[in-house]
């Protein structure tokens, strides 16, 4: 519940500063309820910033029906004094509960409530009849200006300048799915003050979702505007994805090298601190074995000379791991699970991090001995997309080339001796096939990696490795 709260609002648990408790006061739901504090937020949290821990009925006692109620009024009311009330009636913290498994402090004495972090935060807890169990994040207004969104975790309302918002609904029917678009398109010539941005924020956290979906990708409110007319009047239109949902599980998948951008990460980084803080431990264990820090590389402006090493491979798989790690913390603060974790060449080493395989330091230092490794073995070879099977390709292969992926049931990519990449390539254009040369500046997954193999190999046995945590794992 308490985990579903934390994505709810887009935070982690750092981010809370206080919780009231309910405070059973009992020895059994005191444990229960502080075990689960102590298990989600006393990880968020260290000895010089825990999250303290209170409870409204040592000052009124049990208010039935209105715990909840009282706590939510206790906790604004600390929030407008700056002040972290005390818990009355506390000698000695109950020995029924493992405080050393967390980070969480009784509040036995009042304490000040600084806001240097950001805004205040209060968690509040209240247990009702027949195990009835709610958990609620407060947060204090911006005290200055009151359009700020500043500190929220959430996603801005503002249209932010490339990047476009999706806009999703849902509704229990065709029919229903076409009035909601209809209904959608007539506020949007109503309210022109209304921008995608703010309608697809106001869909996705203040709606229900129901089997029949769509979702527009609009560059603009005027292409939003005809993308639900067309879903509206059943049309077709290139900027709708459309479809009914059912039950099945869920897979992410990690990228590999080639798919890096200069600039990559800054908009997500001004806009969810959740991502900024995961890209900042990531580059924090990546630059200790770099010789330019990682924030250079990334942050570069297009066409410099610190953008032009994200080519190189040393610095490209490290920035895609560190991009790869804090958008799956991401959306993981949002609260999307993955049942299975999958990864191509280097996305299998997130994947492993993501599975909880591998730490973050370790990973970190295996994606940097990998990039690292490669980048040193001569620029030799090349790779190609070519269109054809497995089986077709695989009789062509010699020595020093081989089948690097298998993207589909007829799309294959070879890599190796440049030579004999060509060959292949040529048999398949004779075929009428169509084939492409890959901007590598090595041939990767080929023979011609063999030279890095040990060293990488002493580098990955001194890593400590860890079963992934059921029922993700990566596959």
């Not at 444990?31 to 209170?54: M, S």
């Amino acid at each position: 519940m308490v985990r579903a709260a934390l994505a709810d609002a887009g935070l982690d648990a750092g981010d809370v500063d206080l919780v009231e408790a309910h405070g059973t006061g009992t020895t059994l739901g005191d444990p229960i309820e502080a075990g689960a504090l102590i298990a989600v937020y006393g990880q968020g949290h260290d000895a010089e910033r825990p999250l303290h821990l209170g409870s409204v009925k040592s000052n009124i006692g049990h208010t039935q029906a209105a715990a909840g109620v009282a706590g939510v009024i206790k906790a604004i009311m600390a929030m407008r004094a700056g002040v972290l009330p005390r818990t009355l009636h506390v000698d000695r913290p109950t020995p029924n509960v493992d405080w050393s498994a967390g980070t969480v402090r009784l509040l036995t004495e009042e304490l000040p409530w600084p806001d240097a972090s950001g805004p205040r935060r209060a968690g509040v807890s209240s247990f009702g009849i027949s195990g009835t169990n709610a958990h609620v994040i407060l947060e204090e207004p911006p005290r200055d200006d009151p359009e700020s969104a500043a500190g929220s975790e959430g996603p801005v309302t503002n249209e932010v300048p490339g990047l476009v918002a999706p806009v999703a609904f849902s509704a229990r029917s065709e029919d229903a799915l076409r009035a909601q678009a209809r209904r959608l398109a007539d506020l949007l010539r109503e309210e022109s003050d209304v921008t995608p941005a703010a309608l697809g924020r106001a869909l996705a956290t203040t709606r229900a979702v129901h089997r029949h979906r769509a979702v527009v990708l609009p560059e603009d409110r005027e292409e939003l505007l005809r993308a639900l007319t067309a879903v509206a009047d059943e049309n077709p239109d290139r900027t709708v994805s459309r479809g009914t949902a059912g039950p099945g599980l869920l897979a992410f998948l990690f990228t590999g090298q080639g798919s890096q951008l200069p600039a990559m990460a800054g908009a997500l980084y001004d806009m969810y601190p959740v991502f900024a803080r995961a890209l900042d431990a990531a580059i924090g264990h990546l630059d200790l074995q770099l010789e330019r820090s990682l924030w250079h590389v990334m942050f570069a402006p297009e066409g410099s000379a610190d953008a032009a090493l994200l080519d190189r491979t040393e610095y490209a798989q490290c920035a895609l791991f560190a991009l790869e790690t804090a958008l799956f913390r991401l959306v993981e603060s949002w609260g999307l699970r993955p049942d299975f974790l999958a990864g191509h060449s280097l996305g299998e080493l997130s994947a492993a991090h993501a599975a909880g395989v591998l730490s973050l330091e370790d990973a970190a230092t295996l994606v940097a001995a990998r990039g690292r490794l490669m980048q040193a073995l001569p620029a030799a070879g090349a790779m190609a997309a070519v269109e054809a099977t497995e089986d077709e390709a695989r009789p062509l292969l010699g020595e020093q080339v081989d089948i690097a992926a298998i993207n589909g049931p007829d799309a294959v990519v070879v890599s190796g001796d440049c030579d004999e990449v060509l060959r292949v390539q040529s048999h398949f254009e004779k075929l009428g096939r169509r084939t492409k040369r890959l901007r590598v500046s090595h041939a990767f997954h080929s023979p011609l990696m063999e030279p890095m193999l040990t060293e990488f190999a002493r580098v990955a046995s001194i890593l400590d490795y860890q079963p992934p945590p059921s029922p993700s794992s990566p596959m």
